[in-house]
T-cell receptor, first 115, second 113 residues
C-alpha cells in the first residue's frame, strides 16, 4: 500500500458527460501529480500541484482541469468526455515538488470507461 | 526536453535466468533516474533510483540498475528471475530542477516457468 488513495476505482459514463476523480496523497506529501495511462499513449503526465499551486503542466487537454485543496487532496475534472478519454488515471504524490530526487508514490488508479 | 526509450516491447526469460530490461534516456543536464514496476490492475511501485555517486544502484526484490553516463543508459537487472517478476516495467527520468517525471512506454516482462 503506497498510502495514496484514489476514488472511484472504476467509472463508466457516456460521451459528453463530466466526471471528477479524487486523490488523497500520502501523509506529509505536499506534491500531487496526475498521469493518464492508455494502451496507445503509454503513461502521460498531465499536471502537478505543490501545496495548492500548479507547478507543472503536461499534455492536459483544455477539457480537463485539476486543483489541490488546502487539505492537500486533489481532484481531476474531466468534461465533455470523448471515447478517447477512456483510460486509467493515476495520481501520485511526493514530498518534494521542486524537481528534486524524491520518488513518486502512485495510487491504484481510477479506470474511466466512456461509452 | 527529457525522454526515455525502452526499445523492447516484451522481454521473455526463463525462471532462474538473468533478467535485463533496457532503458536509455535523454535529458539536458544531470538526470535522476527511476525504475517502477506495475502488476495487472495495480498502480506503479517504486523499485530503485539513481541520484548520484555509485553507478550501480540496488533496489527492492533483488533488482539493481547500472547507470552509464557515456551511453545514457540505466538498464534494470536481476541475477535470477522469478515467475512473480512477470509485470510491466517502467523507466523514468527527471532532470535536476524539473518537476516532470517522464516515463518510457514500458516493457512487459514474462518469466517462463
Amino acid at each position: 500500500d503506497s498510502g495514496v488513495t484514489q476514488t472511484p476505482k472504476h467509472l463508466i459514463t457516456a460521451t459528453g458527460q463530466r466526471v471528477t476523480l479524487r486523490c488523497s496523497p500520502r501523509s506529509g506529501d505536499l506534491s500531487v501529480y496526475w498521469y493518464q495511462q492508455s494502451l496507445d499513449q503509454g503513461l502521460q503526465f498531465l499536471i502537478q500541484y505543490y501545496n495548492g499551486e500548479e507547478r507543472a503542466k503536461g499534455n492536459i487537454l483544455e477539457r480537463f482541469s485539476a486543483q489541490q485543496f488546502p487539505d492537500l487532496h486533489s481532484e481531476l475534472n474531466l468534461s465533455s468526455l470523448e471515447l478517447g478519454d477512456s483510460a486509467l488515471y493515476f495520481c501520485a504524490s511526493s514530498v518534494d515538488g521542486t524537481g528534486g530526487a524524491g520518488e513518486l508514490f502512485f495510487g491504484e488508479g481510477s479506470r474511466l470507461t466512456v461509452l | 526536453a527529457q525522454s526515455v526509450a525502452q526499445p523492447e516491447d516484451q522481454v521473455n526469460v526463463a525462471e532462474g535466468n538473468p533478467l535485463t530490461v533496457k532503458c536509455t534516456y535523454s535529458v539536458s543536464g544531470n538526470p535522476y533516474l527511476f525504475w517502477y514496476v506495475q502488476y495487472p490492475n495495480r498502480g506503479l511501485q517504486f523499485l530503485l533510483k539513481y541520484i548520484t555517486g555509485d553507478n550501480l544502484v540496488k533496489g527492492s526484490y533483488g533488482f539493481e540498475a547500472e547507470f552509464n553516463k557515456s551511453q545514457t543508459s540505466f538498464h534494470l537487472k536481476k541475477p535470477s528471475a522469478l515467475v512473480s517478476d512477470s509485470a510491466l516495467y517502467f523507466c523514468a527520468v527527471r532532470a535536476y530542477g524539473n518537476n516532470r517525471l517522464a516515463f518510457g512506454k514500458g516493457n512487459q516482462v514474462v518469466v517462463i516457468p
